[in-house]
């Protein structure tokens, strides 16, 4: 089984729709961090938590939140989808050391 | 200066030949540097980790480091096609906290 799983792997929703994507982890790590990615373009961090009561802001918050419901589990939420949150979004989970990243597969969102 | 920088490529090798990847990084407190390949439409995975200057082998898979030059690269020998991917370069940066922070990543393309 996956380390880093997402659910939904690919997602279509409209204009002005919330939707949430989850991730959960088997690795026991603290650490974990949503990125999103445009084509052709780099992972930008959008929020991460150290632990289940740290969460912190990363380069492109606005429009996000998330919540950690566990050490388990982080979940991204969009308050109001817009076209231009249409990206891949990754989960990954950190050693809290070194800071290698393990990334789950990417949920792929588009928004009408 | 962006604080991780690589050549966006596309760069094109034939197979067997030595691939060469460059990666550049802002921050002289550094203190963890990664390697991770992207296929297109997949998660990065983690191919080469370094934090002593040097070079660090693994099979195919050399990485080179450089702090006084802020430097780190990626060599492969005996390029192969499923080689083909776009690599890119972290960098964990101790500052107030554990950050890191990926570069664009560069298109490899190796021809057969």
């Known amino acids: 089984d996956a380390d880093v799983t997402q659910t939904p792997r690919n997602r279509i929703t409209k204009t002005g729709k919330r939707i949430m994507l989850e991730c959960s982890q088997t690795k026991g790590h603290d650490r974990m961090y949503w990125y999103r990615q445009d084509p052709g373009l780099g992972l930008q961090l959008i929020y991460y938590?150290?632990?289940?009561?740290?969460?912190n802001k990363g380069e492109i918050s606005d429009g996000y939140s998330v919540s950690r419901q566990a050490q388990a589990k982080f979940s991204l939420s969009l308050e109001s989808a817009i076209p231009n949150q249409t990206a891949l979004y990754f989960c990954?989970?950190?050693?809290?050391?070194?800071?290698?990243?393990?990334f789950g597969p990417g949920t792929r969102l588009l928004v009408l | 200066q962006k604080e991780v920088e690589q050549n966006s490529g596309p760069l094109s090798v034939p197979e067997g030949a030595i691939a060469s990847l460059n990666c550049t990084y802002s921050?002289?407190?550094?203190?963890?540097f990664f390697w991770y390949r992207q296929y297109s439409g997949k998660s990065p995975e983690l191919i080469m980790f370094?934090?002593?200057?040097g070079d660090k082998e693994d099979g195919r898979f050399t990485a080179q480091l450089n702090k006084a030059s802020q430097y780190v690269s990626l060599l492969i020998r005996d390029s192969q096609p499923s080689d083909s991917a776009t690599y890119l370069c972290a960098v964990n940066m101790k500052t107030s906290y554990d950050k890191v922070i990926f570069g664009p990543g560069t298109s490899l393309s190796v021809i057969p």
């Open positions: 921050d002289r407190g550094s203190q963890s």
């Open positions: 370094i934090y002593s200057n």
């Open positions: 938590s150290f632990d289940v009561k740290d969460i």
């Open positions: 990954a989970t950190s050693d809290g050391y070194w800071e290698t990243q393990y």
